[in-house]
């Protein structure tokens, strides 16, 4: 809020209304996007929440997909997991920052929950929906970071297992508290931290995503590959990207793929 200012939610017929028009022009998969939408429509200040928009877009004709993100732990709500598992249409992922495993860094980042809070919601929505697909975001040297602050993200990481995760050193930026804060960490010391935090989420992504092995999945296929024009890419429902030998009339269409190679961070398979 200090750099990007108040949250405001826009009138649900507006986006409804949008979505429709995208579905009847042949479009199958939208992404709602906010700064933090599971709080969507609180300002509105009618009763009417991000779960009573998700069901009413999971009845949009055409719409086969919908994604939503970014969440903000402290309001992902009991209502909203029901939801996620019981619409069709929903995607079986949920991007949940969680920025750090220590509960003295959150406290400082003002995150308003605690790490076990965190580990809690996480159980809650693989108990609803128990093929989900977790990433997050991680910020390594926020300041006043210790080695013993950071060991406690990477047991965090270790303990929930994301599929993937964005991570990032911790940079000031103007207009912020933290911008202010004593301990600014050396930048020496926050590359070698952020090395040893890729290290370990490739390893776990590389064996969440042996688990794919002759699995067929639904992709949804975007357009050639960015490394090979000869190759199709696409995502599953879990988000995964997916690449495979097609042509390109296949573009815009849910086809079935059998996973061949999986990767880190890529699946390779055959179109069926």
Same mark, same amino acid.
């Given at each position: 809020?200090?750099?990007?200012?108040?949250?405001?939610?826009?009138?649900?017929?507006? *986006?409804?209304?949008? *979505?429709?028009?995208? &579905?009847?022009?042949?479009?199958?998969?939208?992404?709602?996007?906010?700064?933090?939408?599971? /709080?969507? &429509?609180?300002?509105?200040?009618?009763? !009417?929440?991000?779960?009573?928009?998700?069901?009413?877009?999971?009845?949009?004709?055409?719409?086969?997909?919908?994604?939503?993100? +970014?969440?903000?732990?402290?309001?992902?709500?009991?209502?909203?997991?029901?939801?996620?598992?019981?619409?069709?249409?929903?995607?079986?992922?949920?991007?949940?920052?969680?920025?750090?495993?220590?509960?003295?860094?959150?406290?400082?980042?003002?995150?308003?929950?605690?790490r076990e809070d965190y580990m809690e919601l996480v159980s809650r *929505?693989?108990?609803?929906?128990?093929?989900?697909?977790? +990433?997050?975001?991680?910020?390594?040297?926020?300041? &006043?970071?210790?080695?013993?602050?950071?060991?406690?993200?990477?047991?965090?990481?270790?303990? *929930?297992?994301?599929? /993937?995760?964005?991570?990032?050193? !911790?940079?000031?930026?103007?207009?912020?508290?933290?911008?202010?804060?004593?301990?600014?960490?050396?930048?020496?010391?926050?590359?070698?931290?952020?090395?040893?935090?890729?290290?370990?989420?490739?390893?776990?992504?590389?064996?969440?995503? @042996?688990?794919?092995?002759?699995?067929?999945?639904?992709?949804?296929?975007?357009?050639?590959?960015?490394?090979?024009?000869?190759?199709? @890419?696409?995502?599953?429902? +879990?988000?995964?990207?997916?690449?495979? %030998?097609?042509?390109?009339?296949?573009?815009g269409e849910l086809v079935q793929v059998k996973i061949t190679n999986?990767?880190?961070?890529?699946?390779?398979?055959? %179109?069926?």
């Amino acid at each position: 809020p200090y750099v990007r200012g108040r949250e405001r939610s826009r009138k649900p017929q507006d *986006i409804i209304d949008e *979505i429709r028009d995208l &579905g009847q022009k042949g479009y199958k998969e939208v992404t709602l996007l906010g700064q933090n939408v599971n /709080s969507y &429509g609180k300002d509105l200040g009618d009763g !009417y929440l991000f779960p009573d928009l998700l069901r009413d877009i999971n009845e949009i004709p055409g719409i086969e997909r919908i994604r939503f993100m +970014t969440s903000h732990p402290k309001d992902l709500s009991t209502e909203l997991i029901r939801v996620m598992a019981e619409c069709d249409k929903l995607c079986e992922h949920l991007h949940l920052p969680v920025q750090v495993g220590s509960n003295r860094i959150l406290k400082k980042m003002n995150r308003h929950y605690t790490r076990e809070d965190y580990m809690e919601l996480v159980s809650r *929505i693989r108990e609803a929906i128990p093929d989900i697909a977790l +990433t997050t975001d991680i910020i390594v040297g926020f300041p &006043g970071e210790t080695e013993d602050d950071f060991l406690e993200t990477l047991d965090l990481v270790e303990k *929930i297992r994301y599929d /993937s995760a964005f991570t990032f050193m !911790y940079s000031t930026r103007r207009g912020t508290p933290a911008a202010k804060m004593k301990g600014q960490i050396d930048d020496n010391i926050k590359k070698a931290r952020l090395q040893r935090l890729i290290e370990l989420q490739t390893e776990i992504s590389k064996d969440i995503n @042996s688990r794919y092995k002759d699995k067929l999945v639904e992709v949804l296929v975007e357009g050639p590959s960015k490394n090979n024009d000869k190759m199709m @890419s696409g995502r599953t429902r +879990t988000n995964k990207l997916v690449n495979f %030998m097609s042509s390109k009339e296949c573009i815009g269409e849910l086809v079935q793929v059998k996973i061949t190679n999986p990767r880190a961070w890529t699946l390779e398979g055959i %179109m069926l």
